[in-house]
Nanobody, 121 residues
Framework: QVQLVESGGGLVQAGGSLRLSCAAS????????MSWFRQAPGKEREFVAG?????YYTDSVKGRFTISRDNAKNTVYLQMNSLKPEDTAVYYC?????????????????WGQGTQVTVSS
C-alpha cells in the first residue's frame, strides 16, 4: 500500500524559504511521477510542481521553487524560496504510476495528508 508523508511546512515571513519533503513507501517509485499540489482556503487544489522524465512548474512559482527527488530514499523535495503571502496553503504530495507528469489532481491516485505553509507579510 502506497503511503506518502509530507514534512517541512511551517510559518515563515515573506521572502523566506522552506523545504518540503515527501517520503513515499509501499512501492518502488523510480518509475512514478511525483508532484506537489497546494490548496488555499476557499480555492481549488492546484498543481505546483512535478518531476518525472522532466520537471514542470506552475507559472507563479517558476524561478522561486525547485522540485527534486532522491530515488534511493523514495523522497521528493520542494525547495521554496522568496516566499510570498499568496503561497500560503496546504501543500500535498501526490504520485502516479507513470513518469509523465500531469497537472490534473484526478490523475494522481495516491496522496499525502498535507503540510501547512503559512507566509506572513
Amino acid at each position: 500500500q502506497v503511503q506518502l508523508v509530507e514534512s517541512g511546512g511551517g510559518l515563515v515571513q515573506a521572502g523566506g524559504s522552506l523545504r518540503l519533503s515527501c517520503a513515499a513507501s509501499g512501492h518502488t517509485f523510480s518509475n512514478y511521477a511525483m508532484s506537489w499540489f497546494r490548496q488555499a482556503p476557499g480555492k481549488e487544489r492546484e498543481f505546483v510542481a512535478g518531476i518525472g522524465v522532466a520537471t514542470y512548474y506552475t507559472d507563479s512559482v517558476k524561478g522561486r521553487f525547485t522540485i527534486s527527488r532522491d530515488n534511493a530514499k523514495n523522497t521528493v523535495y520542494l525547495q521554496m524560496n522568496s516566499l510570498k503571502p499568496e503561497d500560503t496553503a496546504v501543500y500535498y504530495c501526490a504520485v502516479r504510476p507513470s513518469l509523465v507528469v500531469l497537472r490534473g489532481s484526478s490523475q494522481y491516485p495516491n496522496w499525502g495528508q498535507g503540510t501547512q505553509v503559512t507566509v506572513s507579510s
